[in-house]
Nanobody, 127 residues
Framework: QVQLVESGGGSVQAGGSLRLSCAAS????????MAWFRQVPGKEREGVAL????????YYADSVKGRFTFSRDNAKNTVYLQMNSLKPEDTAMYYC????????????????????WGQGTQVTVSS
């Protein structure tokens, strides 16, 4: 089992920055990918950033590419999502997720591929 705990959400004005953290515990060596998703009430949860634990490579949704950075601190079993140049449309509940599955290009952001989820942290960006 793996437990994920997010922190770092909050309110910020457009153009500002926030850094989300996700601390993992448990059988973390089994994790192959970690991801950040976000969800707005009434809409589907969407994937925004992915990290492959094997080599640290990352992938971003077009909506956040160039503004968000996904990084990790292996010593702390923690991953981070640095969010810069925030826009009101980035307002959402952000969730950290992990999987021990092998992902393909087509499945990288399929919710059903992720075994473990955090409780979510709210990000609100005002104009």
């Amino acid at each position: 089992q793996v437990q994920l705990v997010e922190s770092g959400g909050g309110s910020v004005q457009a153009g500002g920055s926030l850094r989300l953290s996700c601390a993992a515990s448990g059988y973390t060596s089994s994790i192959s990918y970690m991801a950040w998703f976000r969800q707005v009430p009434g809409k589907e949860r969407e994937g925004v950033a992915l990290l492959y634990t094997g080599d640290g490579s990352t992938y971003y949704a077009d909506s956040v590419k160039g503004r968000f950075t996904f990084s990790r601190d292996n010593a702390k079993n923690t991953v981070y999502l640095q969010m810069n140049s925030l826009k009101p449309e980035d307002t959402a509940m952000y969730y950290c997720a992990a999987t021990n599955s092998r992902l393909t290009v087509g499945s990288r952001f399929l919710i059903g591929q992720y075994n473990y989820w955090g409780q979510g942290t709210q990000v609100t960006v005002s104009s």
